[in-house]
């Protein structure tokens, strides 16, 4: 089903992709993460030895490959939002399945990655590397998942609701909370998995 027509009602909307609520969720959520960064970059300064003795443990080519996942799980949703704008149902249906696989990517590496560390009696007890490795990538992981739930209820919702106001509302906030997740993994995995390489 495809229609050159713009959703009605376009004069309601608010300037900008997204509401004012999302924007405002994700500046918070923001400083939140950036005061976790600042006090394990702290941290790592007091103890250097025991991060980067730790961060041996990780295995960088594994979340390179959720980095690629993740990349192109973002790069599937906008392309959905866009598919939304043109009323083109096939379309969005079509581009949030491959966001939600490749969702389903890192969901699935991140899950390896944490049972091989729970395996090896390693614990976010065991140093305070690892008490950040889980709190950081844990939170993260959580903002995945809710995420893949916001975009598997637009994909469902897409055949009724294509073309009107709240939809192309709603998947352009479920773009923006998925695009955060994306830029908050580019400064995790360089944070917890490569600093030490580049020493």
């Keep these: 089903m495809m229609n050159n027509a713009s959703p009605q009602g376009d004069s309601a909307l608010e300037p900008g ?7 405002t969720f994700v ?9 976790f960064f600042l006090i394990y970059v702290s941290e790592r300064h007091r103890v250097t ?8 443990h990780l295995t960088p080519w594994v979340a390179l490959l959720s980095t690629v996942a993740l990349l192109t799980s973002s790069w599937c949703v906008a392309e959905a939002v866009q598919a939304t704008r043109r009323l083109d149902v096939r379309a ?10 490749l969702g389903g990517v890192f969901v ?14 390693i614990s976010p007890a065991t140093n305070s590397f690892f008490s950040f490795y889980f709190l950081i990538t844990g939170i993260h992981f959580l903002h995945v998942c809710v995420g893949m739930i916001f975009i598997a209820h637009c994909r469902a919702s897409a055949s009724g609701e294509t073309g009107r106001t709240q939809y192309l509302k709603k998947i352009e906030n479920t ?3 998925w695009h955060f997740v994306d830029i908050l993994w580019l400064f995790i995995f360089p944070l917890l998995y490569l600093t030490e390489l580049v020493q």
Excluded: C
């Design 27 to 35: 500046f918070i959520d923001m400083l939140v993460f950036l005061m």
């Design 17 to 23: 992709p997204g509401t004012n609520g999302i924007w």
């Design 108 to 121: 699935i590496n991140k899950i390896v990655e944490y049972s091989g560390k729970i395996a090896a009696g």
């Design 49 to 56: 030895e025991v991060f980067v003795k730790s961060q041996h």
């Design 92 to 101: 969005v249906t079509r581009w949030l399945g491959f966001s939600l696989l």
């Design 175 to 177: 773009g923006l909370f």
